[in-house]
């Protein structure tokens, strides 16, 4: 007996020599192929880029992995006892590799020949996912063990778990727990219950077949075994075991967390950042792009131009439904049917698809995408403004009943309005909206058009249009600059240019004609042919000079007297760029919409540096008595560039330039205050209006102004002026010019409104800027900012523009630059020279 002992003891040492040696030439043979293991030391996971708003809200992301990484401590206990428990519950006693599990897949890889049988450890898993393929062979496991071993002398068992369960797929695009928590139960770990938890724990073994959102049943099995497992390692009590296998799987994907909508907004923002790292790094490394709009000033702009598009499109007709999906003398598709067709069609914002499966006398029953399993209904409130489009121009006449909309069958889309459902179509015209802060151009709202998924067409930055009568307060700036008042008086009577081969004869709109004119009525009149005298009398040189200084392009401007009327093609940013310089006082910004980039971990790549008006910090830079013992020196090569003033934290270089005088600026504004006021104000009627009365009557504020615009044959419509420290331009108008809409090929203009006639600026592109500016009156401060010191005031005469000793209604007082006050009494003043006389007092709170 003991003779056969010591043979088997020495066979056995000899077996392990044996196996010793195989390790040792095995892990010779594929040395070579090992790869560096210490690099995961300085591993980046791939996390999507995320854009934020100013204020901290959810944009958008892009990458193709959603990944939210976490630390240990941000993991409930319980979701790592269940990974533990279920994929390797002696992790935290073994050095990296289970030989009982590579004893049983050896056995099963001999017996079978093949290698069904894993046993991995997390840590192997951990090897295998950063290091090596998913191929089930023999060398791959061999890697793996030697990755695995590596790995443990590295780090620690915290950090290669956290490795694993923010590594690993959980299927939905998702990797890693914490997005895997997003996309099934739209909550932060954290807040997972127990029975959550063991679904996202049985995930790893098939991510596709269990899935909870898809096979709910699956998911199920796989949860209960895992709270098995959970309780036979004694991680929860039986109580708890009990109440959790009784709860339903009611999983449901949830995509990112997007908690504001701008999406020509995230386009800009993925732009740059590929521009600056290239889209491998920017989609892979967890950028974060901080925008500078603003969560309210943009769901304004949403709302906004959404209302008011779905308005112009409902006041020009209905132009029948999406497709019919089956005829009167059909058989009518079934619930089912219809729930499939409709899973497949998208959504348009607030525009969802519907079938339309009964129709009844003055209401119609439907199935729409977003509640298929319950019959909707619209009455007809929601269906008698669908009169049949003929045309941009006509429509038909009112519908009676249903029927004479709708027809079982249809394919239609609908919106929710005042809770209510309404009967909808994906609107033909297009729309832009961009607010600005003027005092360093930050972009507050962006709206590029109607539906980013049906048009990526970026019509704020990217849309050249004809500005129409937008282009005027600029070239009143020009007239204010070269000897011209407020009180000027300017002949507003017809014109009849001929050179040498036709005529030319500008029209106002509406063909109406005051004769002398002042410059102030006849810009809130917008008053075509006054234009059109200015750049006359001015020079076209001389006005496009001007322009130039409001940050349009010298090269874009027509050289001819059309520049009067707006003939020139602009942006609406460019627009508002504009505005912004006159609403700010002169100074030149640049509209900018990256206010800084963060990396993953929080470091600022890019900080934003604009132009910012800073009436007082040149003044300090300029008179260094003053400066030397205020501004703060740094230790950079440029000095300079390191000075703060310390009445606004800028540098010297960030300082905006004047475009033109604080005077000219402030006149300018008086003139976008008559665009909206006429000759009064919101407490004050007068005899005038201007084109803009109506955010007169519906914003209660009297620090706005602004301008209407449009284009020959309504075209294009523009209303473009400023509330409060916000300067904003919305246009509306058709991407071509030239559409065919399956009934006839005609002009794209925007036609005529059902009760009032033609569509203007004020009637189709203002109630947008009302909207918007409705809702940032309710937090926008007023703005008190004192008139600059170069200006007077005189009262004048209105008929004539001159000095008056009145008091009546016929008289005002005005701004002028100081020195261009008039000298001369109007011949109408018969008052005496102490001013003495009776009548009503004149226009005195019209000083703003």
Not at 544 to 562: A, D, R, W, Y
Not at 725 to 753: E, H, I, M, P, Y
Not at 811 to 824: A, D, H, L, S
Request: include cysteine; proline fraction near 4%; aromatic fraction near 10%.
């Amino acid at each position: 007996m003991l003779k056969w002992i010591k043979r088997i003891f020495f066979v056995s040492i000899i077996f392990c020599l044996i196996g010793i040696a195989g390790i040792v030439s095995i892990y010779y043979m594929v040395k070579a192929d090992l790869p560096d293991v210490a690099s995961i030391q300085d591993i980046q996971l791939q996390v999507p880029m995320k854009v934020f708003s100013i204020d901290g809200e959810l944009i958008s992301q892009f990458g193709e992995k959603r990944r939210i990484p976490l630390t240990i401590d941000e993991v409930p206990k319980k979701l790592i006892q269940a990974f533990i428990a279920t994929e390797d519950s002696r992790y935290y006693q073994h050095p990296g590799i289970d030989p009982i599990g590579i004893v049983r897949a050896a056995l099963v890889y001999a017996s079978t020949g093949s290698a069904k049988q894993g046993a991995s450890t997390i840590t192997q898993q951990v090897a295998r996912n950063f290091f090596l393929s998913r191929e089930k062979t023999f060398i791959r496991k061999i890697k793996e063990v030697f990755i695995a071993i590596r790995l443990e002398q590295l780090l620690t068992k915290d950090e290669i778990l956290m490795l694993y369960l923010n590594k690993i797929s959980l299927g939905q695009r998702s990797y890693g727990i914490g997005a895997a928590a997003q996309v099934y139960y739209g909550k932060n770990v954290s807040d997972l219950t127990l029975p959550e938890m063991a679904v996202l724990a049985g995930l790893p073994k098939a991510p596709s077949r269990l899935n909870p959102v898809y096979s709910p049943e699956n998911a199920k099995n796989r949860r209960n075994i895992v709270l098995l497992r959970m309780l036979d390692e004694s991680y929860i009590t039986q109580s708890e075991y009990d109440d959790a296998i009784k709860t339903p799987v009611t999983s449901k994907y949830h995509g990112a967390e997007i908690t504001l909508s701008a999406h020509y907004v995230a386009e800009i923002a993925r732009n740059k950042l590929i521009e600056l790292y290239g889209a491998d790094r920017s989609y892979n490394e967890g950028f974060n792009v901080f925008t500078t709009i603003s969560k309210v000033n943009q769901q304004a702009a949403n709302k906004a131009v959404m209302q008011n598009v779905h308005d112009y499109d409902m006041r020009h007709g209905y132009r029948g439904s999406e497709q019919t999906l089956w005829e009167k003398t059909d058989q009518p598709w079934t619930a089912e049917k219809i729930t499939a067709y409709l899973k497949n069609q998208p959504i348009y914002e607030d525009l969802i698809p519907a079938v339309v499966i009964e129709v009844e006398d003055k209401s119609v029953k439907l199935l729409s995408k977003n509640t298929a399993d319950n019959i909707q209904v619209i009455d007809w409130d929601g269906l008698k403004w669908a009169r049949r489009f003929k045309s941009d121009r006509y429509q038909g006449t009112p519908p009676k009943k249903a029927a004479d909309i709708l027809a079982s069958g249809e394919q239609i889309w609908i919106r929710k309005k005042d809770e209510a459902w309404e009967l909808s179509q994906y609107p033909d015209v297009s729309a832009a909206f961009v607010s600005l802060n003027p005092d360093d151009g930050a972009i507050t709202s962006m709206v590029g058009g109607f539906s980013f998924a049906k048009s990526k067409f970026n019509r704020v930055t990217q849309a050249k249009r004809q500005v129409g009568s937008n282009i005027k307060p600029f070239i009143y700036s020009a007239a204010l600059d070269n000897g011209y008042t407020l009180a000027t008086l300017v002949y507003d009577t017809p014109i009849n240019e001929w050179d040498g081969n036709q005529a030319w004869r500008p029209k106002n709109s509406p063909a109406v004609y005051n004769g002398p004119i002042r410059l102030r009525r006849a810009l809130g009149q917008s008053k075509n042919v006054v234009s059109v005298r200015l750049v006359q009398d001015l020079g076209i040189p001389k006005v496009i000079e001007q322009l130039e200084k409001f940050g349009f392009n010298k090269k874009e401007l027509p050289e001819s007297l059309s520049i009067a009327l707006g003939s020139a093609s602009i942006s609406p940013l460019e627009l508002a760029t504009g505005y912004a310089i006159i609403a700010n006082g002169g100074y030149k910004v640049e509209p900018y919409i990256i206010e800084r980039i963060e990396d993953g971990y929080g470091n600022i790549l890019y900080q934003a540096s604009p132009k910012t008006v800073c009436k007082d910090c040149q003044r300090l830079y300029d008179n260094q008595d003053i400066s030397d013992s205020l501004l703060i020196v740094g230790g950079n090569d440029d000095p300079l560039s390191n000075e703060i003033c310390p009445i606004a934290p800028i540098s010297e270089a960030q300082i905006a330039e004047s475009a033109v005088s604080e005077e000219t600026a402030f006149l300018t504004r008086q003139l976008l205050h008559s665009g909206i006021f006429g000759g009064g104000s919101w407490q004050h009627k007068t005899n005038w209006n201007g084109t803009g009365w109506r955010a007169a009557r519906a914003i209660k504020r009297q620090d706005m102004g602004g301008k209407t615009g449009t284009t020959n044959d309504s075209k294009d419509t523009w209303f473009s002026g400023f509330l409060g420290n916000t300067v904003a331009t919305s246009w509306v108008g058709f991407d071509d010019f030239s559409r065919d809409l399956g009934r006839t090929s005609f002009n794209s203009n925007l036609g005529k409104k059902q009760q009032t006639g033609g569509e203007f600026g004020a009637q189709t592109a203002q109630p947008a800027w009302i909207s918007f500016m409705k809702t940032i009156a309710l937090t926008e401060p007023v703005d008190n900012t004192p008139r600059p010191s170069g200006i007077a005031t005189a009262r004048i005469d209105l008929s004539t523009g001159l000095l008056t000793r009145k008091k009546d209604y016929t008289t005002r007082f005005e701004y002028f630059k100081v020195g261009t006050t008039p000298t001369e009494y109007s011949p109408y003043d018969n008052y005496n020279d102490d001013g003495s006389g009776t009548g009503q007092f004149g226009h005195d709170d019209e000083l703003f």
